[in-house]
C-alpha cells in the first residue's frame, strides 16, 4: 500500500470541510430522492451545471442496442473500456467529455464509455449486462475498430465495481482471462453489504456516506437484504479473484468504502496478479470531480498507468 500527497492534507482537508457545509444547506436537505435523482441525472457529478459536451466525442450503437460514447485520437496504442460512476442511478458516458478526451490524447487510448441502463428504472442485473456486452464487443471487435486488441478496463465509484463484475463475467460465462490486460479501479463499492468503514461513516456529506450508500443499494438491488448482496455476482469482494489482470486500486483516506479498496487489493493480490493499491491522504468519495492538487496528481498517475499497462 502506497499513501500519497500527504504534502497536500491542509488542501485537502480545507476542501472536505467546504464542501460538507454547503452539502448541508437546508433545501438540499429536505429535496426528495426523485427531485435529487433527476437533478443528478441532468448536471455533470459533483456539481450543479449540466456537463460539457465535446465534439470529439462520438456517439454509438453497439452489439445488443447497448450505447457507448468514444474518443478516439489520431494515434491508438490500446481501448481503454470506461465504466462512469453515480450509484448506479445517474452519470452518463458523456458526462466527462473534457477528461476523458484529454485521457484519450495524452496516454494514446481510444476511450470506450458505456451508457448502461440505471437503476431504479432498470435494477441489477441490467446495468452489468450492458457492461458485459460492451466488453465482448471490445474482445471481437477492437482490432477492426481500433487497429489494436490491447485492452484495459476501468472506472470510478460504481464504475469500478462494474468493471470487476464485467472481468469476472468475461471469465465465468464466456472463458476469457487475459483479454483486458489491466483494471483501473477508483474508490470503488465491492461489498454491497457493507463494509466496517462504510457502516462506521455515519452522516458527514463528502458525496457519500453511511445513509446515501444504503439508498444506492436499494436502488440498485431493490429486492435483495444485506446478506443477499454478498452473492459474488453482486459484491465482488466475495467471488474468487483467480485469472484477473494486473489491478491498480485507488481510494481517499476519507471514503465511507476505504474499506472495500483495502480488503479488494488483499484477495486481487493474493491470486499473484500484480496489484497496487493507493490511498490518498485526507480524500474524501469521488475527489477526482473537483479542482483539487491531489486530482492533477491522481488524474496523472492513472494516465500514466494506462498508457504503460
Request: glycine share 8%; charged share 25%.
Amino acid at each position: 500500500m502506497t499513501i500519497t500527497d500527504e504534502d497536500c492534507l491542509a488542501e485537502t482537508f480545507a476542501f472536505n470541510e467546504r464542501y460538507a457545509a454547503a452539502a448541508h444547506h437546508p433545501a438540499r436537505e429536505q429535496a426528495p430522492d426523485t427531485a435529487l435523482l433527476a437533478a443528478l441525472r441532468r448536471n455533470r457529478l459533483g456539481g450543479d451545471t449540466p456537463p460539457v459536451r465535446l465534439p470529439q466525442g462520438k456517439d454509438r450503437v453497439i452489439a445488443g442496442g447497448v450505447k457507448v460514447r468514444a474518443f478516439v485520437p489520431e494515434q491508438v496504442r490500446g481501448v481503454y473500456l470506461h465504466l462512469h460512476g453515480g450509484g448506479w442511478a445517474f452519470g452518463s458516458a458523456d458526462g466527462q467529455d473534457e477528461k476523458l478526451w484529454r485521457l484519450a490524447e495524452q496516454a494514446r487510448l481510444a476511450v470506450v464509455s458505456v451508457e448502461y441502463r440505471l437503476a431504479p428504472e432498470h435494477p441489477f442485473p441490467a446495468g452489468p449486462d450492458d457492461c458485459e456486452t460492451a466488453a465482448r464487443w471490445l474482445v471481437d471487435r477492437a482490432a477492426a475498430e481500433f487497429g489494436t486488441q490491447r485492452l484495459l478496463i476501468g472506472g470510478e465509484s460504481a464504475g469500478a465495481h462494474l468493471s470487476v463484475v464485467t472481468l469476472l463475467r468475461l471469465r465465468d460465462r464466456h472463458g476469457l482471462t487475459g483479454a483486458f490486460r489491466a483494471a483501473n479501479l477508483l474508490f470503488g463499492p465491492y461489498d454491497l453489504s457493507m463494509t466496517p468503514s462504510q457502516r462506521r461513516f455515519g452522516s458527514k456529506r463528502l458525496l457519500s456516506n453511511t445513509a446515501t450508500l444504503r439508498r444506492s443499494y436499494d436502488l440498485f438491488t431493490p429486492a435483495r437484504e444485506a446478506e443477499e448482496r454478498r452473492d459474488p455476482e453482486v459484491s465482488p469482494l466475495f467471488a474468487d479473484l483467480a485469472g484477473l489482470p494486473a489491478a491498480r486500486i485507488v481510494v481517499g483516506a476519507k471514503d465511507p468504502l476505504r474499506d472495500d479498496s483495502l480488503f479488494l487489493a488483499q484477495r486481487w493480490q493474493a491470486t499473484g496478479a500484480p496489484v497496487h493499491l493507493g490511498v490518498v491522504a485526507g480524500a474524501m468519495h469521488g475527489f477526482t470531480l473537483f479542482p483539487l492538487t491531489i486530482t492533477e496528481r491522481e488524474l496523472r498517475r492513472e494516465r500514466d498507468f494506462l498508457a504503460t499497462a
